[in-house]
């Protein structure tokens, strides 16, 4: 009877223990990878993640949420050490670069973290190509398929920003390019593209 009754007791125990881990919270509130909780659903939606993230300063999310192909232009570009395609490197001490770049040696780690840091950089010392760290407001939008273009106003930015978008192969949307200029302008543009 004494074992029976320890046994209950330890089968309790286990069962216990052993309870469904999808009823726990996970680290990204139901995603399974951090990828996966941004939510980039719509080109409204993905526009705000990209630019919350700016805000905070939070330039891997930004990294992410950037289309694949913008992505890869930055990787090249970064490869032969065009750093101006992300920032403007005459407003950054060349010893912030150096120390960048001996920090963060390129064959040892992936785009997404020089991204960061040389943004980190041109938030230190003013040389975001174009600023989006300040409130954005987003006032109206085109849809065409696959692609879609946000208009924004931005504190301290003269003219509209336009978020250009595109829908990835796998459906999510995510920011191609971003534009400031009036119609009839040359725009400013960033990421620039290949220089």
């Known amino acids: 009877m004494r074992r029976a009754a320890l046994f209950v007791v330890l089968l309790a125990l286990v ?9 726990e919270a996970t680290p990204f509130g139901g995603a399974r990878t951090y990828f996966e909780s941004l939510d980039l659903s719509t080109p409204t939606a993905s526009a ?20 694949p192909n913008t992505q890869k232009m930055i990787e090249l570009q970064l490869d032969l050490l065009q750093r101006r395609v992300v920032v403007d490197d005459l407003a950054i001490p060349h010893a912030e670069f150096e120390e960048i770049y001996e920090s963060f040696p390129p064959e040892s780690i992936g785009a997404w973290y020089l991204f960061d840091a040389l943004m980190l950089a041109a938030d230190e010392y003013g040389a975001f190509i174009i600023d989006l ?4 407001r987003i006032t109206d939008n085109t849809v065409d398929g696959d692609e879609a ?6 504190a301290g930015i003269e003219g509209i920003v336009t978020l250009h978008m595109a829908k990835s192969f796998k459906g999510s949307w995510r920011v191609r390019e971003v534009t400031v200029g009036d119609e009839g302008e040359p725009a400013v543009v960033w990421p620039r593209p290949g220089l």
């Not at 069962?15 to 009823?23: H, K, L, Q, R, V």
């Not at 273009?149 to 931005?154: S, T």
């Open 15 to 23: 069962g216990s223990g052993c309870a469904d881990s999808s009823d």
């Open 48 to 67: 705000k993640t990209f630019l919350d993230a700016f805000a905070r300063d939070d330039f891997m999310t930004v990294w992410l949420t950037l289309y």
């Open 133 to 136: 760290s300040g409130p954005v």
């Open 149 to 154: 273009e946000l208009f924004a106003e931005a």
